[in-house]
């Protein structure tokens, strides 16, 4: 589980509006599919490489594309996403892009 208070100083720390408890709630669940699909990607270039042991460049070698793909469809299947979390995706995605 991730911790809503660390979630929440996070986006305090970025903007000057207030934080809702279901902002945070929200967010905190796309991040632990976000890490949970990222694993998965990973998993799969480890097992690639005949390893058992994910590394740091298994997450960084992750199917870009499926895992953008990934992070639209959470926040287009989540209603009434706060507009932080829309704007975090939409950075996520870009930063995706440029890699």
């Given at each position: ?8 100083r996070?986006?305090?720390e970025?903007?000057?509006?207030n934080?809702?408890?279901e902002?945070?709630e929200?967010?905190?669940d796309i991040l632990q ?6 694993t998965?990607?990973a998993e ?5 490489d ?7 460049r298994?997450i960084?070698n992750c199917d870009?594309?499926r ?13 009434k ?11 996520l ?5 440029r890699?």
């Amino acid at each position: 589980m991730i911790p809503k208070g660390t979630i929440k100083r996070i986006m305090k720390e970025n903007t000057n509006l207030n934080i809702s408890a279901e902002s945070v709630e929200k967010l905190v669940d796309i991040l632990q599919e976000y890490i949970v699909t990222t694993t998965k990607l990973a998993e799969e270039n480890a097992i690639k490489d005949k390893r058992k042991t994910i590394k740091g460049r298994d997450i960084e070698n992750c199917d870009e594309e499926r895992l953008r793909s990934k992070i639209i469809e959470i926040s287009d299947r989540t209603e009434k996403v706060n507009i932080l979390t829309r704007e975090f995706l939409k950075v996520l995605s870009s930063e995706l892009k440029r890699h």
